[in-house]
């Protein structure tokens, strides 16, 4: 993937984290997880309880998580926009969360389930209050036709990296990663299924709100 003007942000300026081990991650992940953009995230502890996590979901929902992730990274690199990386993978790992188990949903739909249990995981890993409210955001506005005015960088690239692999609008702002990230890590007719599961989780037609719309 092209790398941009400025190296995006970790989020963390700590180093010497213990690592995940990749290979006790599932074996469809690995070829996304040896892309740089994840490999060198794999030291920090957010990111290993965010992946750990992520084994609960079904396979093909959990790799599409991961290309949204590197699809959002490639926009940010080629752009030069800094952004919370270790933040906005654990967002990418939880963002359909929500399609997963019988829990009611309220009136957000799975998006709203999906940031209550992203906020959950935050709080549990001691994440603060501010990080923790455009993260949960980004997860929570992701359905969206388009993001907000006010939306964050992470809101944004979240939103562009989940569009773009399920179904491809945008793909002229990272020409080509679709296509390679694919073919790395397939998962066949995975936008119909997401459609099914979506249609299951009975999402309500209209989505929250952005944060400035509330106020």
């Known amino acids: 993937m092209t790398a941009g003007r400025e190296a995006p942000d970790s989020g963390d300026k ?15 992940w690995q070829p996304l997880l040896e892309r740089p953009a994840l490999a060198e ?10 992946l750990t996590r992520m084994r609960r979901l ?6 599409h998580s991961l290309r949204t992730f590197l699809l959002a990274d490639a926009r940010a690199r080629i752009e030069g926009t800094a952004y919370d ?7 990418a790992a939880f963002h359909d969360s929500g399609l997963v188990g019988r829990a009611p949903l309220g009136r957000g739909g799975f998006p709203g389930r999906s940031a209550e249990l992203l906020d959950r995981f935050l709080a549990g890993q001691q994440v603060g209050t ?9 997860v929570r506005e992701h359905m969206r036709p388009f993001p907000a005015r006010d939306a ?3 809101a944004r690239l979240l939103h562009f990296g989940a569009w773009l692999d399920v179904t491809g609008r945008g793909e002229r702002l990272a020409p080509g990663d679709r296509r390679r990230l694919a073919a790395l890590a397939p998962t066949p007719w995975f936008a119909v299924s997401f459609s099914a599961r979506v249609a299951a989780c009975g999402l309500r037609r209209a989505l929250p709100a952005s944060a400035s719309a509330r106020r």
């Open 152 to 154: 964050g960088p992470e």
């Open 85 to 91: 990386r270790v933040g906005l993978l654990a967002a």
């Open 58 to 63: 079904p396979p093909g929902v959990a790799v």
């Open 41 to 50: 995230l794999l030291g920090h502890p957010l990111a290993g309880a965010a």
């Open 14 to 28: 700590r180093a010497g984290w213990p690592a995940v081990a990749p290979e006790s991650l599932p074996g469809a």
């Open 130 to 138: 501010a990080r923790r409210g455009a993260l949960t955001r980004a």
